[in-house]
């Protein structure tokens, strides 16, 4: 969600283990290691895309099929989940750090730890994401 193109999802992949491995001597086991790993993942992803954003440009993702197929069921299913994921990108940092982790199939308990919010914020802030998300598809459903 933080990279448009396969080149960036390796550099930033890459990145990800770099500062895991720079990061393991401080790991106390304090939480566990997925946990520890999560935030270190999500704090590497927001801060490349700070440094990047001043010279962000929209593309269309290289990787769509030049065929279309058929299948309406299939390629309507595909339309929502691009526009979901084209809302998730219009969402603040921290609010697409928590709906990638909620759609990882993360509890409230995990997203908490990794986030380091606390459950009752979460719950609020995951209440107003769910919100904006449904504002956002229904203007690219009825409006743009």
């Not at 992949?13 to 401080?26: D, M, N, R, S, T």
């Not at 929209?58 to 299913?77: G, N």
């Not at 603040?92 to 750090?97: G, I, M, T, V, Y």
């Not at 990794?114 to 995951?126: E, H, S, T, W, Y």
């Amino acid at each position: 969600m933080y990279c448009w193109n396969s080149r960036d999802k390796e550099d930033l992949f890459q990145e990800i283990v770099i500062q895991l491995w720079k990061a393991w001597p401080g790991f106390r086991g304090e939480s566990r290691f997925s946990t520890w790993m999560y935030r270190i993942a999500i704090n590497t992803a927001i801060s490349g895309l700070r440094r990047r954003k001043s010279h962000m440009i929209y593309m269309e993702p290289a990787e769509l099929p030049a065929e279309i197929k058929d299948d309406s069921d299939a390629s309507e299913k595909e339309e929502r989940l691009q526009q979901l994921y084209t809302a998730i990108r219009q969402l603040s940092e921290l609010e697409r750090a928590i709906i990638m982790l909620y759609l990882e199939d993360k509890n409230y308990e995990e997203i908490e730890e990794i986030m380091g919010i606390n459950q009752n914020n979460l719950r609020v802030k995951m209440n107003r994401i769910r919100e904006k998300l449904r504002k956002l598809l229904k203007q690219s459903t009825y409006g743009s």
